[in-house]
Nanobody, 118 residues
Framework: QVQLVESGGGLVQAGGSLRLSCAAS????????RGWYRQAPGNQRELVAAIGSGGSTNYADAVKGRFTISRDNAKNTVYLQMNSLKPEDPAVYYC????????????WGQGTQVTVSS
């Protein structure tokens, strides 16, 4: 089993920054992609940013240039640095881990709330 534990959410003023962390524990495939998704009330869960096992990244258009995803494989941890937060960014942010080889190997964190005050 794999556990993903997020931290770093909270309340920040518009224009401010937050850094989310997601630590994975358990039996983790080496070739795993990690990602951050978010879900606001009434909306579907959407991809925010993802990073492959080799370090390639992709971002949602809404966060390009403001958010940066990174990973520390030695710590099995992925980070999301969020700068210039906007009133449209509040949501529950979920961490994801999935194998790049075995499609059935995929796990989610419990989510962390990000709130932006204007």
């Amino acid at each position: 089993q794999v556990q993903l534990v997020e931290s770093g959410g909270g309340l920040v003023q518009a224009g401010g920054s937050l850094r989310l962390s997601c630590a994975a524990s358990g039996t983790i495939f080496r070739d795993n992609a990690r990602g951050w998704y978010r879900q606001a009330p009434g909306n579907q869960r959407e991809l925010v940013a993802a990073i492959g096992s080799g370090g390639s990244t992709n971002y949602a258009d809404a966060v390009k240039g403001r958010f940066t995803i990174s990973r520390d494989n030695a710590k099995n941890t992925v980070y999301l640095q969020m700068n210039s937060l906007k009133p449209e960014d509040p949501a529950v942010y979920y961490c994801n881990a999935k194998s790049e080889v075995f499609k059935s190997w995929e796990y989610w964190g419990q989510g962390t709330q990000v709130t932006v005050s204007s």
